[in-house]
């Protein structure tokens, strides 16, 4: 996303426009928009979150990261994110000043996956869902080689983590190859993360785990025919769909 453009929709005046590169999409709660991955004089994406009073564009507090970082949510008065460089980042939403930051891992910089062409391979990450009754935030990231045959081998973590303090309750390293088919349709592009009850419900590729977020531990672990889309939560159940399959939990 290059800087930022408020538009009044009734009319398509420009209200007013920020300038730079930040990663889309931003996030927006009330009077205030964070901007993240934000690059002030544009060109490559930068180190910054940014919030924005909505209303006029007014830059109301900036944090350097020092890290290129991932999609933010806000919970309560927190911005919560993950970055590159291994750590977990809570800022306070009315001043940007750091809460806590928790390092969940070394992994990011110690990629055990090499890229055909000997790079190292970008993680892909889940959202931040929170268990709301203890606080407790879940988020997970893989490495993917995408190899012969439809096979894809991947490494990555899941963690649990005290959002209100920071504390690192658990890790949990999932490492598997899914074989799915090789069609570029159905290759894993997404992790997904779901929570119900007690339990975190992963989906990686045609792979699904089911994970206790107290403890950490896996509930359950299996491998479906076909590649899974992103799990579903409602109040009482998690919907698990697979090409002509629905299964659902509770």
């Not at 920020?18 to 889309?24: E, F, P, T, V, Y």
């Not at 990231?141 to 920071?166: C, H, K, L, P, R």
């Not at 309750?169 to 490492?175: A, H, M, R, S, Y």
């Not at 579903?232 to 998690?238: F, L, N, Q, S």
Request: glycine share 10%; charged share 15%; aromatic share 12%.
């Amino acid at each position: 996303m290059l800087g930022a453009t408020r538009i009044n929709p009734n009319n398509g005046e420009i209200l007013w426009g920020l300038k730079g590169r930040a990663s889309d999409p931003a996030v927006i709660s009330q009077d205030k928009v964070i901007l993240w991955n934000y690059n002030p004089g544009g060109g490559e994406l930068g180190h910054f979150i940014y919030c924005v009073d909505s209303s006029s564009g007014t830059t109301l507090w900036s944090y350097d990261v020092s890290s290129l970082m991932y999609q933010p949510i806000i919970y309560g008065e927190q911005v919560l994110f993950g970055a590159f460089d291994g750590n977990f980042y809570a800022l306070h939403l009315s001043s940007g000043d750091l809460a806590w930051k928790t390092l969940v891992t070394n992994q990011n910089n110690q990629t055990k996956i090499v890229g055909n062409e000997g790079r190292d391979l970008a993680p892909i990450v889940s959202s931040i869902p929170i268990e709301t009754k203890n606080g407790i935030g879940v988020w997970s990231f893989v490495f993917i080689q995408n190899g012969w045959g439809g096979v894809i081998e991947y490494v990555g973590t899941v963690s649990g983590i005290d959002v209100a303090n920071g504390r690192l309750l658990w890790t949990k390293p999932i490492e598997n190859n899914a074989s799915i088919s090789s069609s570029n349709l159905l290759l894993p592009t997404s992790l997904g993360l779901a929570l119900l009850n007690d339990y975190a419900f992963l989906t990686m590729g045609s792979d699904f785990y089911i994970i206790n977020i107290q403890t950490g531990s896996i509930f359950e672990e299996k491998n479906f025919d076909h590649h899974l889309l992103e799990p579903t939560a409602t109040e009482d159940r998690v919907f698990i769909a697979e090409e002509l399959h629905l299964t659902v939990y509770r």
